[in-house]
C-alpha cells in the first residue's frame, strides 16, 4: 500500500506520463510483491528554475520518495531499487540521476476506509 511522489523537472517527460507511472508502479510490483490493484503514484513536474539538484546530474534527474509500511527486508529493497532503476532505463534516465526515498510507517499510522491498516487485510504479505 505504499504512497509514491515521483519528482522532477518539467519538460523532459512530455506525452509520456503515464508510461513513467506506470513504469514506477511494475518498480513497486516486482520490488515490494505489491498487487497490481495497489496504485497511489503521484507525479509532479517543477520548473527548471524550482528544482535545484546536485552538481553533475543531468536533466532527467528525479527523486521517488515512497511512504510504506515498515517490515519490507533489506532484500526487498535492493530488488526496489534496482527494478526502479531498471525500469527508468526505457526513458534514458541514467541510474546516477535517480534517487529513491523510503519513508517506512506503522501500519497503525495509516487510515484506509475509516479504519487503520493494521487492521484490515491487505490480501499480501507487507514483510518480503
Known amino acids: 500500500m505504499p504512497a509514491t511522489r515521483i519528482e522532477t523537472r518539467r519538460g523532459w517527460i512530455g506525452e509520456r506520463r503515464?508510461?513513467?507511472?506506470?513504469?514506477?508502479?511494475?518498480?513497486?510490483?516486482?520490488?515490494l510483491r505489491?498487487?497490481?490493484?495497489?496504485?497511489?503514484?503521484?507525479?509532479?513536474e517543477y520548473d527548471a528554475d524550482a528544482l535545484i539538484t546536485p552538481p553533475g546530474k543531468g536533466?532527467?534527474?528525479l527523486v521517488i520518495e515512497i511512504?510504506?509500511?515498515?517490515?519490507r527486508s533489506l532484500e526487498a529493497k535492493r530488488r526496489l531499487y534496482s527494478a526502479l532503476t531498471e525500469e527508468l532505463a526505457a526513458?534514458?534516465?541514467?541510474?546516477?540521476?535517480?534517487?529513491?526515498?523510503?519513508?517506512?510507517?506503522?501500519?497503525?499510522?495509516w487510515g484506509i476506509a475509516g479504519l487503520p491498516a493494521s487492521e484490515i487485510d491487505l490480501g499480501y504479505k507487507i514483510k518480503v
Not at 490493484?37 to 509532479?44: A, N
Not at 526513458?91 to 499510522?109: G, H
Request: proline residues 8%.
Open 18 to 31: 503515464l508510461e513513467l507511472i506506470e513504469a514506477v508502479q511494475r518498480g513497486l510490483q516486482t520490488g
Open 34 to 44: 505489491i498487487p497490481d490493484h495497489d496504485r497511489c503514484i503521484r507525479l509532479i
Open 59 to 61: 536533466p532527467f534527474y
Open 67 to 71: 511512504i510504506l509500511f515498515a517490515g
Open 91 to 109: 526513458f534514458d534516465v541514467p541510474a546516477q540521476d535517480i534517487k529513491i526515498v523510503l519513508v517506512e510507517s506503522d501500519p497503525a499510522n
